[in-house]
């Protein structure tokens, strides 16, 4: 496995790899949830390439930026174990040469005005526009994304399909935890308490999406009751809206989602449901 930090190296590495290359692009932290992505790519590609950088532009100025984690040596472990091809690391400066940012941003459209775009503005052009950085950088032929942010997950292929970035986008399903967390960084945030807590958002998705049979009304109503049941969530919004993020459709595949903090802490999950 290769690791490499500046754009150069990673240029001298990129010329000699074998297609098709698939690209995990990740903030590090890594966890069973970008292992299956990585285990996603591996299976399908002949080179695997991952980006570990924590972007600055998709965080908000009052956002976790300071305290993401930062653990590269336990993910280049996790990374080899995965049989990664290309570790790229950069600095801020890699990524941003004119310092911490970009004058030319990728705009999400109407897609970033909806659900987390509401609550964090400015946070899915960050995400476009280095995800559209990685993608000029290392050329690969797929990209792989957790189902778990399934906002960003639409907005990357909208991206991809209208400006004709001509790679496949594909969607990997969300890991969990045996009581039904979805696994992410931001789990290691959590007290005791929280964690437990915690729970109650996936818990309140797999009930909702259990009461689909009766409707859309009924699904969120579900949802909705078991939340109300569960003591310290705060919850920033629970929508059921069609599997591309339109309106609600009355039949036909769906999907719940769920942003709440459990203090300091903001967590966000998703199923599907079948309307
Ligand atoms: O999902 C993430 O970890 C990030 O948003 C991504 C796609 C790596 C862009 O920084």
């Keep these: 496995m290769k690791v490499v930090q500046t754009r150069d190296d990673f240029a001298r590495v990129r010329a000699g790899l074998a297609a098709p290359i698939g690209l995990v692009p990740t903030m590090g932290a890594l966890h069973a949830g970008h292992r299956a992505l990585l285990d996603a790519a591996r299976a399908e590609c002949a080179t695997v390439v991952t980006t570990n950088f924590v972007n600055p532009l998709q965080f908000g100025p009052s956002e976790d930026l300071a305290r993401y984690p930062r653990t590269l040596d336990a993910d280049l472990a996790l990374c080899a174990d995965a049989g990664v091809d290309v570790v790229w690391a950069p600095s801020v400066t890699d990524v941003y040469p004119t310092g911490g940012g970009s004058s030319i941003t990728v705009s999400p459209g109407p897609l970033g005005d909806i659900l987390e775009g509401t609550v964090r503005p400015g946070h899915f052009a960050g995400v476009l526009t280095v995800v559209a950085k990685f993608f000029n950088l290392v050329r690969p032929d797929r990209g792989y994304f957790g189902e778990k942010d399934y906002q960003q997950l639409a907005v990357i ?11 496949s986008v594909v969607g990997v399903p969300t890991v969990r935890e045996d009581d039904g967390l979805a696994l992410s960084s931001r789990n290691r945030y959590l007290s005791d308490g929280e964690r437990a807590q915690a729970v109650a958002l996936s818990r309140a998705l797999f ?6 049979a009766a409707g859309a009304k009924a699904v969120l109503a579900a949802a909705t009751a078991q939340l109300a049941a569960a003591p310290g969530i705060a919850v920033d919004y629970l929508e059921l809206r069609g599997a ?4 609600t ?13 459990l203090g300091s802490t903001r967590l966000i999950d998703n199923v599907p449901v079948e309307l």
């Design 207 to 212: 009930t909702g999406a259990a009461a689909s």
């Design 244 to 247: 591309d993020l339109g309106e």
């Design 157 to 167: 292929r909208r991206m991809v399909d209208e400006l004709d970035m001509g790679l």
């Design 249 to 261: 459709p009355e039949h036909g595949p769906a999907r719940l989602l769920i942003a709440a903090r």
